[in-house]
């Protein structure tokens, strides 16, 4: 059946409207003209950037924006006046790389200088495809044309991905050589995440970021599905820690230390470990603690607490070889009981007792504390839990959090850098964002395993990141008094900024 609508009779036909030159111009105007623009300065696509990315140990990008002020770098690079100017006619994304010889590059896009590909350029800049980077200084910019002319590598796999978050986001990549400058003798802990790439954003407070890492350079993994984001710690770490990292496994952060023979030997000769007693180490979740000591030889005192389950003879075995092993280096043990203090009025079942859960603390010839050992009792119960000491004496309480792997099975890390940064205890090449920090929080996850079978991470060892940190509020400023000046201070201050640093030890350095 087909409906049928009726005609309507008595109506007028439609009236034709004939042409309209005016509106006709118009829509024709507002829709050729920007057209045309487009041509002539087409949004760049950063396609350069694959070429950037691999001749850079760490590149940064940055979104411009009206009420920014023209950033340092830019007026540094292409001068006060120039800067401005071309500052703005920028919109989206720009970066900034640094290359093996350590100095900053500025990177913008080419159309900033003009529709045509002959257009002028500033001194040491050079065309990379719709990109235009300018080099720092002449010796820079001579190795930036030798590194150009060289056959760039199409980026695969996390490369590709780190490439992707630059041209789209404010962002970081680096590689193994700039982890290894920026974190300085820390590095060795980080192996993990030699090679990455974070999103990051600004907060009313401080930064916050999430990305991934391989613990292989230049990986090509495909990227797994990302996880939940872990929620956050609620409290921020005491004033009496100074540091707090918590493990699904120790390997996890000792791997890069243990695998080498050269150091791994060593160790195991000095401290009475074998091949089963380091695997049972290295498997064992864990929780580390660095706290200030205000008093005494040392800085700062170190904390290793692990999780040791409820079989117990082999660790009380080779804690046996270990106290073994330092009393051949000619230290004592202030809580042995063959010493005559602690032998007097043992009865069989303190001594029994002792010999279950023993505690050690050693000192040298002088008397000062390095550190011991003992047993400790989770706040919420359960299998006693292995405590290790360095750089102070044993700690009173007999009940402590327990080493409770962080969800995901990674690591998790907070911090005080400012606190550490005051004692001395951080790179001196970390971000100055990052030394100012009051607190800092990173998490880690390793990446869901790609096929059934494989270990997490998969072949590449890839980690899931994320992490946040917080500044201190600005001060406001002193009110003014009618006190005389006083006199500046007679102590020397070095030209490289630096303080004089005190004559007590760290736990590092012993």
């Given at each position: 059946?087909?409906?049928t609508?009726p005609?309507?009779?008595?109506?007028?036909?439609?009236?034709?409207?004939?042409?309209?030159?005016?509106?006709?111009?118009?829509?024709?105007?507002?829709?050729?003209?920007?057209?045309?623009?487009?041509?002539?300065?087409p949004?760049?696509?950063?396609?350069?950037?694959?070429?950037?990315?691999?001749m850079?140990?760490?590149?940064?990008?940055?979104?411009?924006?009206?009420?920014?002020?023209?950033p340092?770098?830019w007026?540094?690079?292409?001068?006060?006046?120039?800067?401005?100017?071309?500052?703005?006619?920028?919109?989206?994304?720009?970066w900034?790389?640094?290359?093996?010889?350590?100095?900053?590059?500025?990177?913008?896009?080419?159309?900033?200088?003009?529709?045509?590909?002959?257009?002028?350029?500033?001194?040491?800049?050079?065309?990379?495809?719709?990109?235009?980077?300018?080099?720092?200084?002449?010796?820079?910019?001579q190795?930036?044309?030798?590194?150009?002319?060289?056959?760039?590598?199409?980026?695969?796999?996390?490369?590709?991905?780190?490439?992707?978050?630059?041209?789209?986001?404010?962002?970081?990549?680096?590689?193994?050589?700039?982890?290894?400058?920026?974190s300085?003798?820390?590095?060795?802990?980080?192996?993990?995440?030699?090679?990455?790439?974070?999103?990051?954003?600004?907060?009313?407070?401080?930064?916050?970021?999430?990305?991934?890492?391989?613990?292989?350079?230049?990986?090509?993994?495909?990227?797994?599905?990302?996880?939940?984001?872990?929620?956050?710690?609620?409290?921020?770490l005491?004033?009496?820690?100074?540091?707090?990292?918590?493990?699904?496994?120790?390997?996890?952060?000792?791997?890069?230390?243990?695998?080498?023979?050269?150091?791994?030997?060593?160790?195991?000769?000095?401290y009475?470990?074998?091949?089963?007693?380091?695997?049972?180490?290295?498997n064992?979740?864990?929780?580390?603690?660095?706290?200030?000591?205000?008093?005494?030889?040392?800085?700062?005192?170190?904390?290793?607490?692990?999780?040791?389950?409820?079989?117990r003879?082999?660790?009380?075995?080779?804690?046996?070889?270990l106290?073994?092993?330092?009393?051949?280096?000619?230290?004592?043990?202030q809580?042995?009981?063959?010493?005559?203090e602690?032998a007097?009025?043992?009865?069989?079942?303190?001594?029994?007792?002792?010999?279950?859960?023993?505690?050690?603390?050693?000192?040298?010839?002088?008397?000062?504390?390095?550190?011991?050992?003992?047993?400790?009792?989770?706040?919420?119960?359960?299998?006693?839990?292995?405590?290790?000491?360095?750089?102070?004496?044993?700690?009173?309480?007999?009940?402590?959090?327990?080493?409770?792997?962080?969800a995901?099975?990674?690591?998790?890390?907070?911090?005080?850098?400012?606190?550490?940064?005051?004692?001395?205890?951080?790179?001196?090449?970390?971000?100055?964002?990052?030394?100012?920090?009051?607190?800092?929080?990173?998490?880690?996850?390793?990446?869901?395993?790609?096929?059934?079978?494989?270990?997490?991470?998969?072949d590449?060892?890839?980690?899931?990141?994320?992490?946040?940190?917080?500044?201190?509020?600005?001060?406001?400023?002193?009110?003014?008094?009618?006190?005389?000046?006083?006199?500046?201070?007679?102590?020397?201050?070095?030209?490289?900024?630096?303080?004089?640093?005190?004559?007590r030890?760290?736990?590092?350095?012993?």
């Open positions: 059946m087909t409906l609508l005609r309507w009779k008595g109506l007028p036909p439609a009236p034709r409207l004939g042409p309209l030159p005016i509106t006709s111009a118009l829509i024709a105007l507002l829709v050729l003209a920007p057209a045309s623009q487009l041509h002539r300065f949004r760049s696509n950063a396609e350069g950037l694959e070429r950037v990315v691999g850079a140990t760490l590149v940064q990008s940055f979104q411009s924006g009206d009420a920014r002020p023209v340092l770098l007026q540094e690079r292409l001068g006060a006046e120039s800067a401005t100017l071309l500052w703005t006619r920028q919109r989206g994304t720009w900034q790389f640094w290359g093996r010889e350590g100095s900053a590059h500025l990177v913008v896009p080419a159309r900033l200088f003009g529709p045509q590909a002959s257009a002028p350029l500033p001194g040491r800049a050079v065309r990379v495809d719709d990109l235009v980077v300018i080099a720092p200084d002449p010796l820079s910019f190795t930036l044309q030798q590194e150009l002319r060289r056959t760039a590598r199409t980026p695969r796999g996390l490369e590709q991905r780190c490439v992707n978050l630059l041209r789209s986001s404010q962002a970081v990549v680096w590689t193994k050589l700039a982890l290894a400058q920026i300085g003798d820390l590095a060795p802990l980080l192996q993990r995440f030699q090679q990455g790439c974070l999103t990051v954003s600004a907060e009313a407070d401080g930064l916050s970021w999430q990305g991934e890492a391989s613990a292989k350079p230049d990986s090509v993994a495909t990227s797994p599905s990302l996880p939940p984001v872990p929620s956050p710690s609620r409290e921020p005491p004033p009496d820690l100074l540091l707090e990292v918590a493990g699904a496994r120790l390997d996890l952060l000792l791997d890069a230390l243990l695998s080498n023979a050269v150091i791994r030997q060593p160790l195991m000769d000095r009475g470990l074998d091949q089963a007693a380091l695997e049972r180490l290295q064992t979740p864990f929780l580390l603690r660095l706290r200030p000591q205000p008093k005494g030889p040392f800085q700062a005192s170190l904390e290793l607490q692990l999780a040791v389950g409820q079989e003879s082999g660790w009380t075995r080779w804690l046996s070889a106290g073994q092993a330092l009393e051949r280096q000619g230290l004592s043990d809580l042995s009981p063959s010493r005559p602690n007097a009025g043992n009865s069989a079942a303190a001594t029994a007792g002792r010999a279950k859960l023993a505690s050690s603390l050693w000192l040298r010839d002088d008397g000062t504390p390095l550190g011991g050992w003992r047993w400790v009792v989770p706040t919420a119960g359960g299998a006693p839990e292995l405590l290790f000491v360095l750089g102070a004496g044993l700690p009173g309480a007999e009940r402590f959090a327990p080493a409770r792997p962080p995901g099975g990674g690591l998790s890390l907070r911090a005080r850098p400012e606190s550490l940064a005051a004692l001395g205890l951080l790179p001196p090449d970390l971000p100055a964002v990052v030394r100012r920090s009051t607190q800092l929080e990173i998490l880690s996850a390793p990446a869901a395993a790609s096929k059934p079978g494989a270990s997490p991470g998969g590449a060892g890839l980690s899931w990141l994320w992490g946040s940190l917080r500044l201190a509020a600005p001060k406001a400023p002193a009110a003014a008094t009618t006190k005389p000046a006083q006199a500046p201070s007679a102590a020397p201050v070095s030209q490289s900024g630096s303080e004089k640093t005190s004559g030890e760290t736990t590092s350095g012993r």
